[in-house]
């Protein structure tokens, strides 16, 4: 067993008295043994300080060390209520909201303006989708912010939100960009796809405020079966501040627009 240091010390210094006293009481003060009624007398007065001393040595062979308590460790810090949820490599949160403000020509619709709500799913991120003009509004779940999500086939103008999901971050001049998904209600060898680069950073004026964003030149293209169909030139700016595309201006008929002229620029971002 492990022994306390101050308790040995202790112990041997009592020893070390006892054994004075004993040497002290015998040599010095041992009774003739003519003045003492028996000679065993001396001697049993050492067997009695020999029985003191062995009752003491027992004390601290018997004790058992004592210990210092551990002193508890400091409690961590209590941790923060964990941050939004973000798609994968995107910044997108859910409980976002994004506001555009859209013009079509020809104006067949009026006062446009295109919301979107970012929501926790068990699939990821989620986009619903707000479309409201002067002749009335709807509202639908756009699809999961992934690339390569199947949900994606189901957009038409409205899926350039999505665009951001494809970025590869962090955007340089002349880096190209390329994605695409399936043509909604075409063959499984039907697509709808962009193909572009970055060609400038530019400072870009918004209802929203000032942003600075990556402007991203490309094709919109359209293929049926694996022939090429129909086509727009497609131009939209994207900023890393609010994680989306801030502007986008896209010219051409296309299969899924009755509009030639497409242009959308957020309004608003919370």
Avoid at 114 to 130: H, K, N, P, S
Wanted: hydrophobic letters at 40%; proline letters at 8%.
């Amino acid at each position: 067993m492990k022994q306390d240091p101050l308790a040995l010390a202790f112990f041997g210094a009592a020893l070390a008295a006892l054994a004075g006293l004993l040497l002290y009481v015998f040599v010095f003060k041992t009774p003739d043994p003519a003045s003492t009624g028996s000679p065993d007398r001396a001697f049993d007065f050492l067997g009695v300080l020999r029985g003191k001393v062995g009752r003491v040595a027992d004390q601290f062979r018997d004790k058992p060390a004592e210990t210092t308590a551990p002193r508890p460790s400091a409690q961590p810090a209590p941790k923060s209520s964990p941050p939004p949820v973000a798609a994968s490599g995107s910044g997108i949160e859910a409980g976002r909201t994004w506001r555009y403000a859209v013009v079509v020509e020809p104006p067949v619709w009026r006062d446009i303006t295109l919301t979107y709500r970012t929501e926790r799913e068990d699939a990821g991120i989620g986009v619903l989708t707000d479309f409201v003009h002067a002749g009335g509004k709807m509202n639908f779940h756009l699809g999961t912010f992934a690339p390569d999500h199947p949900s994606h086939e189901n957009t038409r103008f409205p899926g350039f939100f999505m665009y951001a999901a494809y970025l590869k971050q962090p955007l340089a001049i002349g880096q190209p960009v390329a994605f695409g998904w399936h043509w909604q209600g075409k063959s499984a060898g039907s697509m709808k796809r962009f193909d572009g680069q970055v060609t400038a950073w530019e400072d870009v004026q918004l209802p929203a405020g000032k942003l600075s964003a990556a402007k991203i030149e490309g094709t919109l293209t359209y293929r049926e079966d694996g022939q090429f169909r129909a086509g727009a030139r497609e131009t939209f700016w994207y900023a890393p501040s609010v994680s989306q595309v801030i502007r986008i201006v896209r010219d051409g008929r296309t299969p899924d627009e009755g509009s030639s002229r497409i242009v959308a620029e957020l309004a608003d971002y919370r």
